[in-house]
């Protein structure tokens, strides 16, 4: 029997009536901190380049989607099935230089903007906008950073909310072991000085957005 469906009918006799309590008493909120926890150890495996533990996480990883596709499952929302084939067809769907009949791609940005185009009209535009909608619990740095990849990108005006020069001054030359000591020094320094680094990011980020949104051409 194949990995993946052995793993479907653990699961499913974990949630059984006979199964497992723990598992039978959770549901798709009351294990949200456990993901994040799991996406976590993922990341520090990565990190380390330790292809063993990553094995190991990317499994607990998709125990995890097992579960939450068995709940909905239980409840006749939709199965792991469902999931897979929905994901697979986005994927054909959104790689038509590769899978259809679309203009070749040669570059990675230009894969990036074709990929955004096609989202975009399968969702629709809710509300006008120049930044793409962020998942609220995306942390404070991602959030930042993707925030500045769209100000590059459109050539947004922030105003006075981020020193262009200085960004680029600091971005010339840098490389990820200077930035993780200056950014681990920052936060020290942050600590020491009781501010919230965290809030301190996200209140800048905001008010980058909010600068770039006021200035922006109109219509």
Do not use: Y
């Amino acid at each position: 029997m194949p990995g993946i469906d052995l793993l479907l009918a653990t699961t499913a006799r974990l949630r059984a009536p006979d199964g497992c309590p723990w598992d039978r008493e959770q549901t798709h909120r009351t294990i949200c901190d456990c993901l994040v926890e799991e996406v976590a150890e993922l990341i520090q495996a990565i990190d380390r380049n330790d292809d063993a533990n990553l094995r190991e996480e990317l499994g607990d990883l998709l125990f995890h989607i097992a579960m939450h596709a068995q709940m909905a499952s239980e409840a006749g929302k939709f199965t792991f099935d469902d999931v897979a084939r929905e994901v697979n067809e986005k994927m054909v769907r959104r790689h038509p230089h590769v899978f259809g009949d679309g203009v070749k791609l040669g570059t990675a940005d230009a894969v990036v903007t074709q990929w955004e185009q096609i989202k975009l009209k399968e969702k629709g535009a809710k509300k006008p906008t120049i930044f793409k909608e962020l998942p609220p619990s995306l942390n404070a740095i991602l959030t930042a950073r993707e925030v500045w990849k769209q100000v590059r990108k459109k050539q947004l005006d922030a105003g006075a909310t981020v020193d262009v020069a200085q960004v680029d001054e600091l971005s010339r030359g840098l490389t990820e072991e200077d930035a993780g000591r200056k950014l681990f020094e920052l936060i020290a320094a942050c600590r020491d000085a009781g501010i919230d680094p965290d809030s301190a990011l996200r209140r800048r980020t905001s008010m980058v957005v909010a600068e770039a949104e006021l200035r922006a051409p109109q219509g």
